[in-house]
């Protein structure tokens, strides 16, 4: 059962994020919440991993929670229930775009699901800022303003957006030092 309801979840976000992989994040905080499958902060390590693995982020991120949910059984079901919406969607567009493409109704479609996507991917920038620069359960345990904030990681960040506009490295080359930082340093 638990397979099928991964399967059924990730391909209503597969249905609804529209807008690319960071658009997923919200329907997986919500899922998290609905759920309890994973945590904010496993929502936080999906972010780093897909965006340090090759793929499309939202892929890679179903992946990893269908895995972390369901085993690899719960890996393969989480992805195709995530791209199986957008291939049925983009064959049938395929199909009718050829003939509804100058329709004034569809332009003004794309151009509503342009703010949509922003909002979306807003949002997910918002949670992801505050999982990785606030340490709200050090903050809730001792009251002081100090440990509001995630001081490792918003130096690190500091350094790296730094150190990366002065370099021109490879974006590489910093997600292995910030891997690096984070195990040495005990992130």
Do not use: H
């Amino acid at each position: 059962m638990l397979l099928l309801r991964l399967f059924y979840e990730f391909f209503k976000v597969g249905l609804f994020a529209v807008g690319g992989g960071l658009a997923t994040l919200p329907f997986l905080y919500a899922l998290s919440s609905k759920s309890g499958w994973f945590t904010a902060t496993d929502i936080a390590d999906m972010i780093a991993v897909s965006e340090s693995t090759p793929g499309a982020i939202g892929v890679n991120m179903a992946t990893f929670a269908g895995y972390l949910t369901g085993g690899i059984p719960g890996a393969v079901l989480s992805t195709v229930g995530l791209v199986l919406p957008s291939i049925i969607v983009i064959l049938l567009i395929a199909n009718l775009l050829d003939n509804f493409q100058e329709r004034t109704v569809v332009k003004d479609a794309f151009y509503g699901l342009r703010p949509a996507s922003i909002a979306l991917i807003a949002a997910s920038g918002i949670n992801v800022v505050a999982v990785t620069l606030l340490d709200l359960d050090k903050y809730r345990s001792t009251g002081a303003a100090a440990d509001l904030l995630a001081w490792k990681a918003i130096l690190l960040g500091i350094v790296l957006f730094a150190a990366q506009k002065r370099l021109k490295w490879s974006p590489v080359a910093f997600i292995a030092i910030s891997a690096a930082v984070g195990i040495i340093f005990k992130f």
